[in-house]
C-alpha cells in the first residue's frame, strides 16, 4: 500500500510538471517555415535567405542586405569563387564525381525564388562573384516598400507561371 502511494505522489508531482512546463517564449534558433522562403517546414528553404538572416528573425534587415556580399560566399563549398546551383541546393559542388550530372536536354525548373531572380543576374541558377559582390543592390531592389528591410512578403516564392500553349 506504502508503494502505490509512493508511486500516485510521483505520478502526481510529474503531472503536474508536465502541465506547468512553459517553453521559452522566443526559441533561440526559430525555423524557417516551408518548402520555399516563409513557408511550412522548418529549417528548409532558400538557402540564401538562411545564409543573410543571421539573426533568424524571418526579415532580412539593411544591415543584413549591407552585410550579403560578405555572407553568401560562405555558401560556395568548393571554394571556386561560383555559388553553383547543386550548392544552393545543398548537393555536392559541381565537378563532385559522387553527384551524377543532370540528364542531356534536362529543363532546369522555372525559377521562383525572388531574391534568386533578384541575386542571379544571368539567369543560370548560380551566383557569381560579381553577382555576389552586387548583392546588396540586388536584394535593395526587392524593397517593394523602401522600408529598407525585406520581409517575408517581400521574399516570398512567387506563383508558379501558367503553361504557355
Do not use: C, W
Not at 500516485?8 to 503536474?16: C, I
Not at 551524377?100 to 544571368?122: H, S, Y
Not at 512578403?153 to 506563383?159: G, H, I, N, S, T
Amino acid at each position: 500500500m506504502k508503494y502505490h502511494h509512493r508511486l500516485l505522489v510521483v505520478a502526481t508531482l510529474a503531472l503536474a510538471n508536465a502541465l506547468t512546463a512553459q517553453t521559452p517564449a522566443t526559441p533561440a534558433h526559430p525555423a524557417h517555415r516551408g518548402g520555399g522562403p516563409g513557408g511550412p517546414g522548418g529549417g528548409r528553404g532558400s538557402p540564401v535567405i538562411r545564409t543573410l538572416d543571421s539573426n533568424h528573425d524571418h526579415e532580412i534587415s539593411a544591415q543584413e542586405i549591407a552585410g550579403a556580399p560578405g555572407v553568401l560566399p560562405t555558401l560556395d563549398l568548393n571554394g571556386d569563387g561560383v555559388v553553383s546551383a547543386d550548392e544552393l541546393r545543398g548537393g555536392r559542388p559541381a565537378g563532385d564525381a559522387a553527384l551524377p550530372p543532370p540528364p542531356a536536354g534536362a529543363m532546369r525548373p522555372a525559377m521562383t525564388d525572388p531574391v534568386m531572380l533578384a541575386l542571379d543576374a544571368n539567369a543560370d541558377g548560380a551566383l557569381s562573384a560579381a553577382e555576389v559582390a552586387n548583392a546588396a543592390a540586388s536584394l535593395r531592389a526587392l524593397d517593394a516598400n523602401q522600408d529598407g528591410k525585406l520581409t517575408r512578403d517581400e521574399f516570398r516564392p512567387l506563383p508558379p507561371a501558367p503553361p504557355r500553349d
